[in-house]
């Protein structure tokens, strides 16, 4: 199990995640509840864009171990993908007490900005820009890149440089 979840690891780190996908695999059939591999073929089929099947594993991580905290980002940034924003906006929630962070306001401003709750974005918004120490250029930066993300749940282009001046005019009132 160990050299075969290594392998795995490999051409998960080459990018070939078929491979990877494979191995992993094999690796579940080796020991079927192993929640590290479980949790591996999450990781390796939400970098691969299939969020559904990427859910099914992480899923399947929360429901054996409860307790475990970790899941709850990849849940709710899967969720985010597939436009089941409450789903997205409950587990980023459940993961602020165990370690709120900068990424995770702001992915909480996108969640609720495509969920049409602009006021409740931008408080998290606020709060991202806080908590990254008033990193402007960060802030700016992110929110850019992840509106290709935005746009798949329309959010218009337009509307990027908008928010990002306002966020930055109303966190340091």
């Known amino acids: 199990l160990w050299l075969i979840t290594r392998i795995a690891w490999c051409y998960r780190r080459k990018g070939e995640f078929e491979l990877a996908v494979g191995y992993y695999l094999e690796a579940e059939k080796l020991e079927p509840d192993n929640l590290e591999v479980q949790a591996y073929l999450g990781h390796v089929y939400m970098e691969t864009g299939e969020y ?44 602020l007490p165990h370690g709120a962070g900068k990424n995770d306001f702001m992915n909480l401003g996108h969640i609720y900005w495509c969920r049409g709750e602009k006021q409740k974005a931008i408080e998290n918004y606020i709060l991202c820009l806080k908590t990254s120490n008033m990193d402007a250029d960060w802030f700016s930066r992110v929110l850019y890149d992840d509106s290709r993300y935005l746009a798949i749940h329309g959010i218009k282009p337009i509307d990027i440089p908008l928010m990002i001046d306002y966020i930055r005019l109303s966190a340091t009132r």
Request: proline residues 5%.
């Open 52 to 95: 559904e099947k990427a859910l099914k594993y992480y899923f399947k991580v929360e429901y054996l171990q409860p307790a475990n905290h970790k899941v709850y980002r990849p849940i709710s940034w899967c969720s985010f993908m597939l436009g089941k924003f409450d789903t997205a906006s409950k587990y980023l929630e459940k993961a």
